[in-house]
């Protein structure tokens, strides 16, 4: 092996195991009082009455698998995997299944094999270009679930305002819910919309509650979740409770856009550092295409290509690290 490669390989695994620790540094101890914190919230918020051999997620009516992959859509809800990608499905508002899901992927790994094989001879190339490509919709489905969520949640202290009013109004609870459905917009609504639904066909409140917290999972619901079942036990003024918790999500939302404006600095050099070395490449490949044949065809070019994208990515990784604040 030349020294070049193994030099190469033995700084990328020191990297890669400083960065590993230092991010198990700093997210474990997070992580486990986040946890412990779930776990708490789930002892309180957990429905009362499950039937034996029954399951607290699963919906009032059962959603019938149809459409051209029914069969592979009924055997995936049997695993686990196809039970968590359904729920990724349902949380980022897509309408398709997880079959449908699985049959892209397969599609797109080898369209993106084929065409790489027919464009480029390194053999590497290909299975890079599958890989990617598998990966597409789940990432897709993920980003929009990252989004809705996010966009939830930004919206969450205007549906408790309107709670609240309602309630000071003398409305009920119950009657409530049905208001923020009826009056706020997409993915809010809707989601109260469900819960509303549910409570009306015959659900305990409890058991329709704990099931919005699995559809939106955001540590703000299950506060509200929370608030509302000790409320209705012990008392007290839950329009308050939910004013306080408005208030809370505005002022961390508002925090977090300033750490935002302080870290784009760091953003933006993530960016420059990652795009800079690959439009450098197709520059001068097309300025002096025989100057780069070497790094393309011959075997050092090649192990320095495979290096520098490893060592990139790396690089990413680590600033985006740094520039990551948890508020």
Same mark, same amino acid.
């Given at each position: 092996m030349p020294i070049f490669v193994l030099v190469t390989l033995v700084f990328a695994f020191g990297a890669a195991v400083i960065v590993g620790l230092s991010t198990l540094a700093v997210y474990l101890p997070g992580a486990l009082a986040e946890r412990r914190l779930a776990r708490r919230l789930e002892d309180v918020?957990?429905?009362?009455?499950?039937?034996?051999?029954?399951?607290?997620?699963?919906?009032?009516?059962?959603?019938?698998?149809d459409g051209p992959f029914a069969a592979? +859509?009924? @055997?995936?809800?049997?695993?686990? !995997? %196809?039970?968590? &990608?359904?729920?990724?499905i349902d949380q980022s508002g897509c309408r398709t299944s997880p079959a449908m899901v699985v049959v892209m992927s397969l599609a797109l790994a080898a369209a993106a094999a084929l065409t790489a094989n027919m464009f480029v001879s390194l053999w590497f190339v290909p299975i890079i270009a599958a890989v990617v490509a598998v990966a597409a919709p789940i990432t897709f489905i993920l980003n929009r679930r990252t989004a809705r969520l996010r966009k939830?949640?930004?919206?969450?202290?205007?549906?408790? +305002?309107? @709670?609240?009013?309602?309630?000071? !109004? %003398?409305?009920? &609870?119950?009657?409530?819910?049905?208001?923020?459905?009826?009056?706020?917009r997409e993915p809010v609504g809707p989601e109260f919309?469900?819960?509303f639904?549910?409570?009306?066909?015959?659900?305990?409140?409890?058991?329709?509650?704990?099931?919005?917290?699995?559809r939106v999972p955001i540590l703000d619901v299950r506060f509200f979740v929370t608030a509302v079942l000790i409320q209705r036990e012990t008392g007290?003024?839950?329009?308050?409770?939910?004013?306080?918790?408005?208030?809370?999500?505005?002022?961390?939302?508002?925090?977090?856009?300033?750490?935002?404006?302080?870290?784009?600095h760091g953003r933006f050099t993530a960016f420059v550092l990652l795009s800079l070395p690959a439009g450098l490449a197709i520059a001068l490949s097309a300025i002096n295409p025989e100057q780069m044949y070497p790094l393309f065809h011959e075997r050092m070019g090649q192990m320095l290509l495979l290096a520098a994208m490893v060592l990139?990515?790396?690089?990413?990784?680590?600033?985006?690290?740094v520039i990551k604040i948890e508020v």
């Open positions: 918020s957990a429905p009362a009455d499950i039937p034996p051999g029954g399951d607290a997620g699963e919906a009032l009516v059962r959603r019938a698998a592979m +859509d009924r @055997l995936a809800a049997r695993t686990s !995997a %196809g039970s968590w &990608l359904r729920g990724v939830f949640e930004e919206e969450f202290p205007e549906a408790l +305002d309107l @709670l609240s009013r309602a309630l000071r !109004a %003398g409305h009920a &609870l119950q009657t409530a819910l049905g208001m923020v459905a009826e009056e706020l919309k469900k819960t639904d549910q409570q009306n066909f015959g659900l305990p409140l409890r058991d329709a509650l704990h099931q919005m917290t699995e007290g003024n839950l329009s308050e409770i939910l004013d306080n918790l408005a208030h809370v999500v505005r002022e961390r939302f508002k925090i977090r856009r300033q750490v935002r404006v302080h870290t784009a990139q990515t790396i690089g990413f990784v680590w600033i985006r690290q």
